[in-house]
T-cell receptor, first 112, second 116 residues
Framework: TQLLEQSPQFLSIQEGENLTVYCNSS?????LQWYRQEPGEGPVLLVT?????EVKKLKRLTFQFGDARKDSSLHITAAQPGDTGLYLC????????????FGAGTQVVVTP | GAVVSQHPSRVICKSGTSVKIECRSL??????MFWYRQFPKQSLMLMAT?????????EQGVEKDKFLINHASLTLSTLTVTSAHPEDSSFYIC????????????FGQGTRLTVV
């Protein structure tokens, strides 16, 4: 089983501050996806990274895939209350159906 | 992006009854669908992989006779929780992929099941 470790588990910050969430594994993933989930709803895909060293930006969110495709990070600049949610990383496994291996999640709370 | 619709969003049932949850891909054909279970403040736990026209593949520890999965078409998969018990109460989520391996997965909005 390819395990994904996410850190921190919980993050509470003030509006305007920056934050970084980490996703680490000892295994190589074919791709890595980041999702945000709000209470009572399904996860919403934020980004998919597939190339080692890849950096993708989505407005104030910056995603990075490690060179060895074993780790990833999500950085939010100038966080806003609307960024509050459960952030999940998920690695694409090597089986033929492309199952996703999920991290435990990071609960982010941004207070005004 | 691709849209996946799950129905119902909430359901309450009595112990011993069965409940069916539907997962539909609205604007694409899903070769593979996945069913997850999520406990409060926890991540998603994969229950089974559902492929159109074939039997579902269940993860270790998931009772296939209790959680019946049917993927009858390229746009519909159903999860039936049979003889439900209060411990089956949970948030169930499906996801669908447009193809194999590296293609992206899109999630439904989830179903909150409460067994009383």
């Amino acid at each position: 089983t390819q395990l994904l470790e996410q850190s921190p588990q919980f993050l509470s910050i003030q509006e305007g501050e920056n934050l970084t969430v980490y996703c680490n594994s000892s295994s190589v993933f074919s791709s890595l996806q980041w999702y945000r989930q709000e209470p009572g709803e399904g996860p919403v895909l934020l980004v998919t990274v597939v190339t080692g060293g890849e950096v993708k930006k989505l407005k104030r969110l910056t995603f990075q895939f490690g060179d060895a495709r074993k780790d990833s990070s999500l950085h939010i600049t100038a966080a806003q209350p609307g960024d509050t949610g459960l952030y999940l990383c998920a690695g694409g496994t090597t089986d033929s159906w492309g199952k996703l291996q999920f991290g435990a999640g990071t609960q982010v709370v941004v207070t005004p | 992006g691709a849209v996946v619709s799950q129905h119902p969003s909430r359901v309450i049932c009595k112990s011993g009854t069965s409940v069916k949850i539907e997962c539909r891909s609205l604007d694409f054909q899903a070769t593979t669908m996945f069913w997850y279970r999520q406990f409060p403040k926890q991540s998603l736990m994969l229950m089974a992989t559902s492929n159109e026209g074939s039997k579902a593949t269940y993860e270790q520890g998931v009772e296939k006779d209790k959680f019946l999965i049917n993927h009858a078409s390229l746009t519909l998969s159903t999860l039936t929780v049979t003889s439900a018990h209060p411990e089956d109460s949970s948030f169930y989520i499906c996801s669908a992929k447009t193809g194999f391996r590296d293609t992206e997965a899109f999630f439904g909005q989830g179903t909150r099941l409460t067994v009383v």
